[in-house]
């Protein structure tokens, strides 16, 4: 797993030895940044179910502002952290350790507006939607900005969650991408 574009290009990431985190392949993080490129520069970025960090550092690699890492795995946190230095990342990161659900609380509380938010929680997480409704009621997306979700292809996500609204969603073999932006007024 390596960043695949802007001033950390070509670092090879820390990954587990293990499966407990299921880091976004190469060729599906480059597509989703490829759609999401417009977004970037400059954007504060949510990175929740942060794993190694990946699409964060990827963000923060292409110009993103800061990004707030929140993932409850020690062993994940401890990834993030080496990855963050060994890509020079790190003045540029906050990273939480908490689940996503008393970090989406945290950032609230903080009065964090994100442009972009990624959601990559482990694929037997069931709970998906509950967080995409918590995401709505937090208001932490900025209004343009993008949730970004990624899923097991055979797990359906309703077109509309609280107040935000499918734009796009694309498939990558076992993988989908889901991108939800927040419904216009009236």
Do not use: C
Request: aromatic share 6%; glycine share 6%; charged share 25%.
């Amino acid at each position: 797993m390596r960043i695949i574009a802007g001033s950390a290009k070509g670092h090879k990431l820390v990954t587990p030895k293990n499966y407990d985190v299921r880091p976004t392949l190469d060729r599906v993080k480059e597509s989703l940044f490829s759609m999401i490129q417009n977004y970037i520069t400059d954007s504060v970025v949510i990175d929740l179910f942060a794993g190694t960090g990946n699409l964060g550092i990827e963000a923060l690699s292409r110009g993103a502002k800061t990004v707030y890492f929140v993932d409850n795995n020690r062993k994940s946190i401890e990834m993030i952290e080496q990855n963050l230095s060994k890509t020079k990342l790190e003045e540029n990161a906050v990273v939480l350790m908490t689940d996503a659900v008393a970090g989406i609380d945290e950032l609230k509380f903080q009065n964090i507006e994100a442009e972009i938010i990624f959601a990559d929680p482990p694929y037997a997480n069931e709970n998906i939607v509950s967080v995409i409704h918590k995401i709505s009621d937090a208001t932490l997306l900025s209004i343009n900005g993008l949730l970004v979700v990624e899923h097991d292809k055979n797990y359906s996500i309703p077109a509309v969650v609280g107040n935000l609204l499918q734009w796009k969603k694309n498939n990558y073999g076992n993988t989908s991408i889901t991108i939800f932006r927040l419904k216009e007024e009236g």
